[in-house]
T-cell receptor
Framework: DAGITQSPRYKITETGRQVTLMCHQTWSHSYMFWYRQDLGHGLRLIYYSAAADITDKGEVPDGYVVSRSKTENFPLTLESATRSQTSVYFC????????????FGPGTRLTVL | GDSVTQMEGPVTLSEEAFLTINCTYT??????LFWYVQYPGEGLQLLLKATKADDKGSNKGFEATYRKETTSFHLEKGSVQVSDSAVYFC????????????FGSGTQLTVLP
């Protein structure tokens, strides 16, 4: 099915562990994004990518790493998870124009103990 | 920097009541404005959008008008239903930007039968 998927949907990990959240889209959209959702903050941008091999920092990038070797995939890695990274993570994509609809994945709920 | 300020929630209404959720923005350029809705346990879905001043976005009985003079994009619905219970996010994208959305903090709406 066409769309944007995230895995895993739920993850529990411990402080200091490395965690990778996966995002896959089937539309070949140029732009992809990672947001985190926390109560009282809405969604905040972590990293984004304008195309394969092009990534840039968003509002809250510290503690996260991204890569984009293929257009359809945009994994987010927490190199050494901290409790403050407990959140719901959303991946999104947009085809190109700033007036276009940005499509969101179903989210990954991450708990860091 | 660019920002979106949304009416604080939560909002509780009876079925068939009139809904207004206020949204104002600050932007250095000419943004496109969006309302996204998040149903429980799901990702965000585009509800409506407006790309230039005086445009009215509408969908599923919801409306919002892009008011440049008041930098506002208030969401309205004449008669809410229980199924409208969700979190509503106002957001903007600047033209010429990297397409990232800037979100308000979200408003939780509960509609009681």
């Amino acid at each position: 099915d066409a769309g944007i998927t995230q895995s895993p949907r739920y993850k529990i990990t411990e402080t200091g562990r490395q965690v990778t959240l996966m995002c896959h889209q089937t539309w070949s959209h140029s732009y992809m994004f990672w947001y985190r959702q926390d109560l009282g903050h809405g969604l905040r941008l972590i990293y984004y990518s304008a195309a394969a091999d092009i990534t840039d920092k968003g509002e809250v990038p510290d503690g996260y790493v991204v890569s984009r070797s293929k257009t359809e995939n945009f994994p987010l890695t927490l190199e050494s998870a901290t409790r403050s990274q407990t959140s719901v993570y959303f991946c999104a994509s947009i085809s190109g124009g700033s007036t276009d609809t940005q499509y969101f994945g179903p989210g990954t709920r991450l708990t860091v103990l | 920097g660019d920002s979106v300020t949304q009416m604080e929630g939560p909002v509780t209404l009876s079925e068939e009541a009139f809904l207004t959720i206020n949204c104002t923005y600050t932007a250095t350029g000419y943004p496109s404005l969006f309302w996204y809705v998040q149903y429980p346990g799901e990702g965000l879905q585009l509800l409506l959008k407006a790309t230039k001043a005086d445009d009215k976005g509408s969908n599923k009985g919801f409306e919002a008008t892009y008011r440049k003079e008041t930098t506002s994009f208030h969401l309205e619905k004449g008669s809410v239903q229980v199924s409208d219970s969700a979190v509503y996010f106002c957001a903007l994208i600047l033209s010429g930007s990297a397409r990232q959305l800037t979100f308000g903090s979200g408003t939780q709406l509960t509609v009681l039968p």
